[in-house]
């Protein structure tokens, strides 16, 4: 995945993004530009890498204009660890509530869960043929397959070491084996080819499974909050309640518990956690939304107080520091923070010099004109048209949207975000939903038909909201 994206070009980036993103161009190339920079200081020599810090980004712009989309089609994008939090989330040390770090955490268990994917897609295959000797070891628990199971398979975790202590039987016991091996193998392969072909799919058998994990606690480590891997599970399992339990199942849902229990066996994970923990220290990226809402406007007090200590609890790890996760120190010195919010109440220059610094580019984000929410209707791969088209079609009814209905929606969108809230694109969700209320709620008795939607019915549908000022307000 990350060879995919070095393979992008900085347009190639912005044109990935166009197809869910509509206008806002200047933030698609300053993202587009910091992936791309991510990978030039890849390729640079190690003498000089070091010393090249990431630029960081904060977009500064409306709700609804698009910065969390741009960070969430990114994550998808990016192949690298990835992760979105919200700064009005976090406290300042000392306050209930998770502190900052946690973000590094979080953003090294993303990028641990990613590599462990990875590695195990390297041993599906041999994990899919342990996952059939196991299954046969279970269909026919009389009868093993030669040398007592190939690499001694065992659907409750033998390893390959019981290999060589098989092989060093005694003679007389191998002989005996012998005996019942020649019929039992005939068996086997006849079960084993039912299996291929699917014909046991709906056998119940019974397997081992671990049981459910407890949700795990936080405790206080020091002056912060430390994630440990503390929880009630383990601790039942000192008196007898942890470990494994047996479940009913069918061989199609054995199969894959089988075959995912083998993929974790086979995957190392001290080796993933070392690939996990070099991709969150060259290649990471945290998207931080609502910065905004930690912003302090002038000389106050109460909670404008715990706002600034997360601002200042924040720019270690924006500069550049250690933190202590439980696969091992990161250092943040060159993970890409991209910072979101919208200002209506305060402003960038109301963050703390110190902070105002580590975000070298200001990107504004443009408030949506009629034009753009008519591109947003019919543009991207997820437009809102499209997506009640194909719900409706579930329920035998077409919709058709004529071209003077979309225009006709754009301008309404865009007239009441400037009379009332601006709430950019998502004015649109309510806007549709209430044009197709009556179409959606009537739409069983509707089955077989076209119904076009023209600006007339928007009107007929919107007309006597839009004319009472103080009904749209609360409705649209």
Excluded: C, W
């Amino acid at each position: 995945m990350i060879k995919e994206i070095d393979a992008l070009t900085p347009k190639q980036i912005v044109g990935e993004l166009n197809k869910y993103i509509v206008g806002q161009e200047k933030a698609k190339k300053a993202v587009a530009i910091a992936l791309r920079n991510r990978m030039r200081r890849r390729m640079l020599p190690d003498s000089l890498r070091d010393e090249v810090a990431p630029k960081n980004i904060i977009m500064i712009g409306s709700t609804g204009v698009g910065k969390t989309e741009i960070a969430r089609r990114l994550s998808k994008l990016a192949g690298a660890p990835f992760i979105k939090v919200e700064a009005s989330k976090y406290t300042e040390v000392g306050y209930v509530g998770r502190d900052v770090e946690s973000m590094v955490r979080d953003l090294m268990s993303v990028s641990l869960s990613m590599v462990k994917t990875e590695l195990a897609e390297d041993v599906r295959e041999e994990a899919e043929q342990r996952a059939e000797e196991a299954l046969l070891d279970l269909l026919l628990p009389g009868i093993k397959g030669k040398k007592g199971g190939p690499a001694g398979f065992s659907p409750f975790g033998t390893s390959k070491a019981s290999e060589g202590s098989n092989s060093r039987q005694e003679p007389e016991t191998r002989s005996l084996e012998t005996v019942d091996q020649e019929t039992g193998d005939g068996t086997r392969e006849k079960f084993r080819k039912m299996l291929r072909e699917g014909r046991l799919e709906d056998k119940m058998v019974e397997v081992k499974v671990s049981r459910s994990k407890s949700p795990s606690i936080e405790i206080f480590s020091g002056q912060s909050f430390e994630e440990m891997d503390v929880n009630f599970g383990n601790l039942s399992s000192l008196f007898g309640g942890g470990g494994k339990k047996k479940k009913r199942v069918s061989i199609k849902e054995a199969r894959e518990i089988l075959r995912d229990q083998e993929m974790e066996r086979l995957v190392d994970s001290e080796r993933a956690a070392d690939i996990a923990r070099e991709r969150v220290e060259q290649m990471g990226i945290i998207f931080i939304d609502e910065i905004d809402k930690v912003a302090v406007k002038g000389d106050r007090g109460g909670v404008d107080v715990s706002r600034e200590g997360v601002q200042r609890d924040i720019l270690p790890i924006v500069e550049g520091s250690q933190v202590n996760t439980k696969y091992g120190l990161v250092d943040t010195s060159h993970i890409l923070f991209i910072a979101a919010g919208a200002f209506h109440m305060s402003k960038p220059s109301d963050l703390i010099p110190e902070l105002q610094g580590r975000f070298p580019l200001r990107v504004e984000l443009e408030d949506l004109t009629d034009q753009d929410f008519y591109r947003i209707l019919t543009e991207p791969e997820n437009a809102l048209t499209k997506q009640y088209r194909e719900l409706l079609k579930t329920e035998g009814v077409e919709i058709e949207f004529r071209e003077d209905s979309l225009k006709r929606l754009s301008a309404i969108a865009a007239e009441v975000n400037s009379k009332t809230e601006n709430i950019g694109a998502r004015r649109l969700h309510t806007i549709m939903e209430l044009l197709l209320e009556e179409v959606s709620f009537n739409a069983p008795e509707l089955a077989g038909q076209t119904i076009p939607i023209t600006a007339e019915y928007v009107d007929e549908r919107l007309g006597d909201i839009m004319e009472d000022q103080d009904l749209s307000r609360y409705i649209l």
